[in-house]
């Protein structure tokens, strides 16, 4: 039934580059560098020297030493030791987290865990755009707040949090930042040299690196209680056998994953997207217009329902929201939060784009979306405002 | 989510999608809707006698809705008006193969029979919707 | 410098087999088993296919039903995720927890951080072989014990302990027990459908799979407080988005690591082995000369300097102990444990076997090994006694 | 462990191995170890006049011990006897690029020879060990 398959659900995750690829297969054979890293024989040790490459390949690619750079199993992990970590560490000075409602789930389900061990948390309101403003962070610092967790580019609108701004409000109050990028490289500028932030999650996944692995930037001297014990890798921070072809990998997405030379094409197939879609009655950007990422175009379609749309247009691969809630029936959290009825928000789609999207599977895409909706809005003809509103 | 083959070929193809022409004769309508389930159903069936001539639809709701909505007008053609009260929930979404948390939204059409159903037997209301 | 390059540390980790590689390679692919397999359309549902198919392959290898195998970033995770998730589970229930001396860091470190948030420990002293006797599992558990955690296979002598009988007699008392099995697949059958335990860590790296993948097997019914948060992946127990080509990967070395057939070809070559080093005079095996894994052979050769020994053979890849503590210096706390001596256990090598090991390489390793302790012998001519003792 | 080439090279060959045969004349032995950390060390020279002629060592130790052994001997030959308590080791620690950790088994080394310097300037303690 399915003509072709196109996909366009980047952000959930991305294809394997066939570079990275390459680069992880060598690990994989027989005589290839597989051995443990923190072996100290002639073989462990060259799978050290890989291991250090691929730390100082992602160090550059966010502008900070690789020291500063621990790998763990993905931003979930990520964002779990930079909160759970930094506010056990600090429990005595402050038991005060601020984060925002748009934020993923690793961040959003430890911050509820963390109130659960009497913790306070404060969640900031974005506007109906998404956005946080700076001023909004400062005023909900308090003299007991020891973290600010707030995401970098949102995974459902895309939209682009000011964290250089953040950061300095947070550093001019002596508060710790920590920021979800799992989805920034390769679309948004991470510039750890120039932001004041603590801590960084970030994940190889989403940037044609492999699933299963991720690190957390810690800046030198921030405390941070680890989740695992077990061995000294990392540092202490966190134990376990390091992954040599993941990390590997991720070392070569990460180079690969240059900004400035990706984000304008994605912007330009996204628009693309948006200038065929936008043609459709009532269709709404949900979202900031300007101020987001290249790669994620979120829309509501008024009167449409999402999980008939989707089913709609099944060669099309693209999702309601975040892949890790997609069992989960609820509206997503991120369109509520901005404002969205449960219609609007089971009505939306998020598109994104990646690397290999190519412009004539657009053009196809607002052909099938075009006629579904067309059909399913005459499916439900005469029903009630609210379907639409 | 997965979907039945049933459920896949009658959201593809809906039988019995559309709505009766004005003021044709022995039209009743039944609307029912839930917002939080975020599903609205019309039923309209044309009853010559006590025997359901013919059936027709709208829905907005999920693939499951449209196909139960195409199912139930399938299976009500040329039986007694009374059949309007007596199809099982339960029974379509097994024969569907719908996951247990779409019972709700199927409760829905289950309300637009019953609304059908009073529609026929109380004429006066029957005008409504058509 | 070195003629050939041997390797015998596949305690340590081992190479990904081929078969493996080859799975793993198709979910590398642009058009390979890419998606996230939490996505709802259907390139997401062929990757949670192949998920769901791995969990199976895991499942099978330990007797144990698919859905009591829950996935994490290897064992290290495992192990915490177990001692931490069920003593916080259970904490108004009881605050002792049981293991023993000779268990990997991932566990001792465990430990030693419940001992830090006030629980309370009891290590248990192994016999001068490294064996546990159930009965001394028995004779420690008290009305507040809620959890024991013992380890299948040793991984620096590969002394196996009786875990069908430990399990009855935690099983019998109310208590739960914590299996460490990661160096068990393929050497030494684990029988969950026999054995009364009710938590397994499992890892891919030391059975021919992927680093960076393990799992944890949860008797249905035992409370376990998650480590990590956010996202609904693995029932709540782990989330994080699943690893694919990892999962893949892990469930064909599953599959391929039969006991029955591989773990008499590993004896016959690690006899060989000991065949040949046991000519040398003085040296002495380190742990149970019967209950025992086929995989591993620790011996200690008194009177030299392990450090010495190891750049002596340096084209043969063996270890002195965990690879995970090979940056420190102090002894093997697994061999102290067994009551040698500093100048011992710093003499001991652990060589270990695996699937690629050959008769020709063993042979050329005896001979190496033979000749350089005799070398170093002679270079601590007239060492004191203390030396050798 | 990474070693340095100079390391590598004077553990695989070792100048100066052994000890010399009994009663060779003006032998001078030094002995020194540290059970904690597992090193034992005995160096011989043989002092001509005031000028040491040959040196002989035996080492129970990690690699980085035989090399400075190795290296010690070398450098001592045809130096001043007072050259035995001029040797730095935080140099030859330098010379041998050897980690930080391993300064203390060196110091053991620097004992053997105050140990041979003593016997030298001692020579009825001198017999002791030849
Ligand atoms: C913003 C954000 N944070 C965290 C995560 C979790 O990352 P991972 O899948 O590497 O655990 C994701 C994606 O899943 C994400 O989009
Ligand atoms: C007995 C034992 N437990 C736990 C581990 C840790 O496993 P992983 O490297 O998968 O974290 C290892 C090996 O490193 C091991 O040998």
New binding site residues.
């Given amino acids: 039934m399915t003509k072709r398959s196109i996909y366009l659900d980047y ?3 991305t294809p394997v580059d066939p570079v990275v690829a390459a680069a992880m297969r060598e690990c994989l054979e027989l005589d290839g560098t597989f051995a443990n890293p923190s072996s100290s024989h002639s073989v462990g040790q060259r799978a050290r020297r890989r291991v250090e490459e691929a730390r100082a390949q992602i160090a550059a690619r966010v502008g900070a030493p690789a020291e500063t750079i621990s790998f763990t ?7 779990n030791l930079a909160i759970q970590g930094a506010m056990l560490a600090h429990r005595d000075r402050g038991r005060h987290l601020i984060t925002s409602r748009t ?2 789930k ?2 959003l389900d430890t911050a509820a865990a963390m109130e659960k061990q009497g913790f306070d948390v404060t969640y900031l309101s974005n506007d109906s755009e998404g956005v946080i403003a700076p001023d909004q962070v400062a005023d909900a610092i308090r003299a007991d707040t020891t973290l600010v967790a707030i ?1 970098h ?3 459902e609108t895309g939209v682009v949090q000011d964290i250089a701004a953040i950061g300095e409000c947070c550093r001019s109050r002596g508060v710790l930042l920590h920021v ?1 990028a ?2 920034s490289i390769g679309k948004v500028p991470v510039q750890l040299d120039q932001w004041a932030v603590d801590l960084v ?1 970030l ?4 940037a044609y690196g492999p ?2 692995i ?1 690190a957390l930037y810690v800046r030198p001297g921030t405390k941070l209680a680890p989740l695992l014990h077990g061995g000294e890798q990392e540092g202490g921070v966190r134990p376990g056998t390091l992954a040599t072809h993941q990390i590997v990998g991720m070392g070569q997405a990460y180079e690969l994953a240059d900004t400035e030379r990706e984000a304008p094409a994605l912007a330009e197939v996204r628009d693309r997207l948006w200038a065929g879609l936008s043609a459709i009655e009532g269709v709404r950007l949900n979202g900031h217009p300007t101020q987001r990422s290249p790669h994620v175009l979120n829309v509501a379609f008024p009167g449409v329902d999402g999980e008939s749309l989707r089913l709609g247009i099944a060669d099309i691969a693209v999702s309601a929201g ?3 809630n997609s069992s989960a029936a609820e509206a997503s959290h991120v369109l509520s939060a901005l404002g969205l009825s449960d219609a609007l928000a089971a009505s939306s789609q998020r598109f994104s784009v990646g690397r290999f999207t190519a412009a004539d599977e657009i053009d196809y895409v607002i052909e099938r979306v075009t006629a579904e909706v067309g059909r399913l809005r005459e499916l439900a003809g005469g029903a009630p405002a609210w379907c639409a509103k | 989510m997965d979907y039945s083959l049933e459920v896949q070929q009658r959201f593809h193809s809906p039988q019995g999608a559309g709505e009766f022409a004005e003021g044709t004769p022995g039209l009743a309508t039944g609307e029912a809707e839930d917002r939080t389930l975020n599903v609205w159903v019309r039923i309209q069936v044309q009853v010559v006698g006590t025997v359901i001539r013919s059936v027709q639809f709208r829905v907005f709701g999920c693939p499951h809705m449209l196909a139960a909505a195409g199912w139930v007008a399938e299976a009500l053609q040329g039986r007694e008006s009374d059949a309007l009260r007596e199809l099982d929930m339960h029974e379509i979404r097994k024969t569907l193969d719908a996951p247990l948390e779409k019972l709700g939204k199927l409760l829905v059409l289950e309300d637009a029979l019953q609304a059908c159903w009073q529609a026929h037997n109380v004429p006066a209301q029957g005008q409504k919707g058509a």
Same sequence: chains 1, 3.
């Fill in positions: 952000a959930a995750t199993s993905g931003a979930t992990e990520s964002d934020e993923h690793a961040v995401m580019v949102n995974n979800d799992a989805q999650a994940t190889a996944h989403k699933k299963g991720g975040a892949a890790c």
